[in-house]
């Protein structure tokens, strides 16, 4: 019985929509416009212990579509998961919360996105996929240098 309990576990508790917002500030006239819409793209991903076993990780995607410098539409869209994970070693807890979990939300937070923009008026526009692994890894590489230019200042 008590193997069982050691047992690592992983477990989706909810996926939900936190917050989303959506901005038009030159409709009508926007819709006038013939140029195609240059799009930008921001993904981020945050998470939080909500108790010992379980997470909340959140992936913000913000798109801004502009036309000639104007903003066609800015919408942002918070995809969060309750996640329990248990009996994992410590040192897989971080990438397990920085990559398996933002890899399992992201289809959610492209389908509302992509739901957001038709319901706006606009042609939709499917996200591309994400590697949340070479995200993690980038992340992970920034923190060092940051920690390592601290400690050098440090020194000085």
């Known amino acids: 019985m008590s193997d069982e ?7 989706i508790q909810r996926i939900y929509l936190k917050d989303m917002s959506l901005e ?3 409709s009508p006239a926007i819709f006038l416009e013939q140029d195609m819409p240059a799009v930008e793209v921001e993904v981020d ?3 939080d212990r909500l108790a010992e076993t ?5 992936v913000t ?7 000639a410098d104007k ?3 800015l919408i942002e ?5 309750i996640f329990d994970i248990r009996n994992i070693p410590g040192e897989q807890i971080d990438p397990l919360v920085g990559i398996a979990c933002p890899t399992i939300l992201f289809p959610y937070l ?16 499917h996200l591309a996929e994400i590697n949340f692994q070479a995200l993690y890894e980038q992340r992970i590489a920034q923190i060092a240098s940051a920690q390592e230019g601290a400690a050098n200042g440090a020194t000085h």
């Open 24 to 26: 038009q500030p030159n």
């Open 45 to 47: 991903v945050k998470a």
């Open 54 to 58: 379980v997470f909340e990780v959140l």
């Open 77 to 81: 869209a918070k995809q969060a998961g």
């Open 110 to 125: 492209r389908s509302n996105i992509a739901d957001a923009i038709t319901r706006a008026g606009f042609p939709p526009i």
């Open 61 to 67: 995607g913000t798109v801004t579509a502009k036309v």
């Open 5 to 11: 309990n050691n047992q690592p576990f992983f477990n």
């Open 71 to 73: 903003v066609a539409f």
